[in-house]
């Protein structure tokens, strides 16, 4: 379960990253892409929000059972921060790069993103993932606190079908043959006797 919520978390912080971290590289005055140490924190960044959720994922596994809401509960908590917290970052973000992301002037005919753009579009991806996962989560608990109360109710004992016939000790005779003679008709030869007359 941490791993499938994990998933989507760390696309979501990836964006978050990028919005926090993110910073063209300056030379001469002029604006380039971000360095390769830039893209390497904020890959880093992002792999905190993922780890935080696996790491209930782990802690969940001594709890059994339950640890399906530990881990649930921690990337619920995660997914409501996230979006909040990265709304913070896009007036930033968009202070950095004053030309936008493609480093191009706005009134340029070949200007892809113009300033503030990729920012806002990052932050609905970010919403729109978290909403998703929450979901994911909030799911994944309902399912398990249904398939708990079925366990505590027996349900599973009804599903099973009936109890398996219990061995006495005593002689008991077979409902579909019968007792068995040495002289049966059925089985020539039974007890080293030979039908008569067959």
């Not at 349900?155 to 000790?169: C, F, K, Q, W």
Request: proline content about 7%; charged content about 15%; overall charge positive.
């Amino acid at each position: 379960m941490a791993g499938l919520l994990a998933v989507p978390v760390f696309i979501a912080a990836l964006l978050a990253a990028s919005l926090a971290i993110d910073r063209p590289h300056i030379v001469g005055g002029h604006e380039h892409p971000p360095t390769d140490g830039t893209e390497a924190k904020i890959w880093l960044a992002a792999l905190i929000a993922p780890a935080i959720v696996l790491a209930a994922g782990g802690a969940g596994l001594a709890l059994k059972r339950y640890g399906v809401y530990l881990t649930a509960l921690t990337a619920v908590v995660v997914c409501v921060l996230l979006p909040r917290v990265s709304h913070g970052w896009i007036a930033r973000h968009t202070h950095r790069f004053p030309l936008g992301v493609d480093l191009i002037k706005d009134s340029d005919s070949s200007n892809l993103s113009s300033r503030g753009e990729w920012e806002h579009a990052a932050q609905e991806t970010i919403r729109s993932i978290t909403h998703w996962t929450l979901g994911l989560a909030i799911a994944a608990i309902v399912i398990t606190t249904l398939l708990e109360i079925r366990r505590r109710k027996g349900m599973d004992a009804i599903l099973s079908g009936p109890a398996p016939a219990t061995i006495t000790g005593e002689g008991e005779v077979s409902p579909v043959l019968g007792p068995v003679v040495g002289g049966s008709k059925l089985i020539p030869g039974l007890f080293g006797r030979r039908p008569r007359g067959g």
